[in-house]
């Protein structure tokens, strides 16, 4: 999962997702939209405030909320950093 972001000017974080057909069929397609939404409204509280941020996920791999979780939180942590410079 490859996640970008850049500061939206807003007292909150938006999500925007980007899920191709390489990832897989419609069906697979759609869980990563809903795991990725989920992950994103669990842990909102934990991202940085002010930022706009979309997720491609990478294909191959299947989706799991709990490590969806995880690495949103890691990946815009990294973000936020880079963006501060």
């Known amino acids: 999962m490859v996640l970008y972001g ?24 759609n869980c990563w939209k809903r795991l990725l ?6 842990h909102r509280s934990e991202l940085p405030t002010g930022t706009d941020f979309v997720v491609v996920p990478r294909a191959g791999s299947e989706p799991e909320l709990k490590c969806l979780c995880e690495s949103l939180v890691r990946l815009a ?3 936020a950093k880079r963006l501060a410079k």
């Not at 850049?6 to 069906?27: D, F, H, I, T």
């Not at 939404?37 to 669990?42: D, G, S």
Request: glycine share 12%; aromatic share 6%; net charge positive.
């Open 37 to 42: 939404r989920e992950a994103f409204r669990l």
């Open 6 to 29: 850049c500061e939206n000017g807003l007292p909150y974080s938006r999500l925007g997702l980007s899920v191709s057909s390489r990832v897989g069929p419609a069906v697979v397609r």
């Open 77 to 79: 942590g990294k973000v």
